[in-house]
């Protein structure tokens, strides 16, 4: 932060001489950056560019800061100067200095002159009014150009407020209803696409493709759990092509994660290790998210029966978790190393089962319920955890003991977040089930579940 206040000059351009008044006033009354840009509702970065002159402010922003810091009137005043500085500017053509242009800022006829002849964009025969006009006119166009840039209709503080929503929707999506939180997501993000369809910046044009990036993710995730997977999938596709058109590498491998996860319940082995390859490919390799992928495609593998091929791709998961540092980024709140040691746990149970190996397949799934009671209970994901006690139920069914089986089944079932994961893979055990009696109770338990309920 130093250096840029170092760069602030009360005698530089218009935007930097409101940017010292405005950093002037926010110094003498204690105001922290945060602190001022919490009471006004936008960001601090915005606060920083505005007192560094990277960034025009808006008539309210300068009224809110004036407000806050009991300026009197004096940032107001000073953007109201700003305002008229620049407004000369854009009208420069207008202006006249004997011969139809404004005055040339800095520098006299002749050394402009002498500089595009060196360029050798004209000759020495030409004359300095017809050069000062093709200057003029073609300041006047940039300044016209720069303005255009600038104008937008996404607003101050819009952004934070979407980033904000889409923390909060994948935080609670291990918790509340995948039919409300379908709702809430698809209504934002047609917000956002009213905004991407208005004028912004580019830089807001990135940052509105990344939040519906992240808002399509979530749409796919609740889609898939409320029994669409053509819907499910064809948000995983918007969340990669708008991650794509972002630059934003690993949400492009956040969306393929999905792809591959959602591919798998629905029995597509080989669409998912398409997936699970087209992820690898933008994540970064020392990141949790690549510990995923690699177990993704392990878990495609087996389920195609590729043996040789499970056990490498799921060795390399492991090599890369064993590297990862003690405490791995975050993804909206969660630890994207908890997600890494889900998958390599509960990943590695169901193929295990797939190919046979149902004593590797138990101990698997045994360390993922481990791993899940060690959650917090904000960080804990019910789903999940009934999940891998059907991963631990089909390996105990494997080994020769239905009863067991059965009742770990059923405590699955019982789950309070129960979706389309869960009777799915609780589908799979019903059928592996040894003892028609059992198979026939746990049949019925599971018909009883599969009609129309709250999607809680």
Known sequence: MGSAEKSLDPDGSPLERFGFILRQNRKERGFSLDRLAKQVHVSADLIQKVETGKRRPSRQLAESCDRELSAAGEIVRSWTALNEQLDEVHKAPELDNGIGFPQWPGGDDETIRRDLLKLGLISSATAPAIIQRVLRQSASEVAEFTRRAEASAVGLGMLDHLNTVVADLSEAYSRESPAELFCVAGA????????IRGPHTLHEARELYVCVAWLSETLAWTAHDLGDPIAADAYCADAFEHAAQAGHDELCAWAMDARASIAMYHGKPAKALTAAAAGIARAPADHPLAVRLHAQAARAHAKLGHGDEFHSSMTSAQRMYDRLPARGPYRHGVSTAQLAAYAITSYAATS???????????????????????ATPEDRSPTREAIAQIDLAIAVNGLGEPYEAAQLGLKALSSERMVNSIILRAGELGRELREPGIRQEFAEQLHLLQQPQDTR
């Open 352 to 374: 295990f089962s797939w190919l046979g190996e149902f004593t590797e397949a138990r101990s698997s799934a045994e360390a993922a319920l481990k791993e899940y009671s060690r």
């Open 188 to 195: 934002y993000r047609r917000r956002i696409e009213k905004l």
